[in-house]
């Protein structure tokens, strides 16, 4: 009888076993599929402001496929509440050029760490927005940017003749 029992539980403890590693791994897989997913709906939505903040469109279809191909698999993947604020973000416009996206822009960040485990509003007191949208760096240098196009202009004198 206690070899039966014995027997038993070991077959339950093998079960369990295998059941919460299959469990951990789609979970694992799930994860990795969600972050990259939320990365290139981040990145392609960040080009495509950018972008048409500088005026050049030349990219601006493969940054609007890469960014509805992310949104697919967001909506695909994601959890509720990343939808609704994807949604609120895709109904509010974006461009980013208006306050209203910018903010519906920020919630979906901050919706998407909260949903990758980050703390609801850890990064609240941070000036998030200016990182996000200031197109140069604070010590972006406009003067070596005037003195490379110095120097690129007589080599293209010398071609154009």
Same mark, same amino acid.
């Given at each position: 009888?206690?070899?039966?029992?014995?027997?038993?539980?070991?077959?339950?403890?093998?079960?369990?076993?295998?059941?919460?590693?299959?469990?951990? /791994?789609?979970?694992?897989?799930?994860?990795?599929?969600?972050?990259?997913?939320?990365?290139?709906?981040?990145?392609?939505?960040?080009?495509?402001?950018? @972008?048409?903040?500088? *005026?050049? @469109?030349?990219?601006?279809?493969?940054?609007?496929?890469?960014? /509805?191909?992310?949104?697919?698999?967001?909506?695909?993947? *994601?959890?509720?509440?990343?939808?609704?604020?994807?949604?609120?973000?895709?109904?509010? *416009?974006?461009?980013?050029?208006?306050?209203?996206?910018?903010?519906?822009?920020?919630?979906?960040?901050?919706?998407?760490?909260?949903?990758? *485990?980050?703390?609801?509003?850890?990064?609240?007191?941070?000036?998030?927005?200016?990182?996000?949208?200031?197109?140069?760096?604070?010590?972006?240098?406009?003067?070596?940017?005037?003195?490379?196009?110095?120097?690129?202009?007589?080599?293209?004198?010398?071609?154009?003749?």
């Amino acid at each position: 009888m206690t070899i039966l029992i014995s027997f038993i539980s070991s077959v339950i403890a093998a079960f369990l076993a295998h059941y919460l590693a299959t469990y951990r /791994n789609k979970q694992s897989e799930l994860l990795k599929f969600q972050i990259q997913s939320y990365s290139n709906f981040l990145a392609a939505a960040s080009r495509l402001a950018v @972008s048409r903040r500088i *005026g050049e @469109s030349t990219n601006e279809n493969i940054d609007l496929v890469a960014l /509805n191909d992310a949104k697919s698999r967001i909506i695909t993947c *994601g959890h509720r509440e990343v939808i609704e604020a994807l949604i609120n973000f895709w109904d509010k *416009g974006t461009t980013l050029e208006r306050e209203q996206e910018i903010l519906a822009y920020k919630k979906l960040i901050q919706v998407m760490r909260t949903n990758l *485990g980050h703390k609801a509003h850890d990064i609240f007191d941070l000036k998030i927005s200016d990182a996000i949208f200031k197109l140069e760096s604070s010590s972006y240098s406009f003067k070596a940017d005037r003195s490379a196009n110095k120097l690129l202009q007589p080599t293209a004198k010398a071609s154009a003749e």
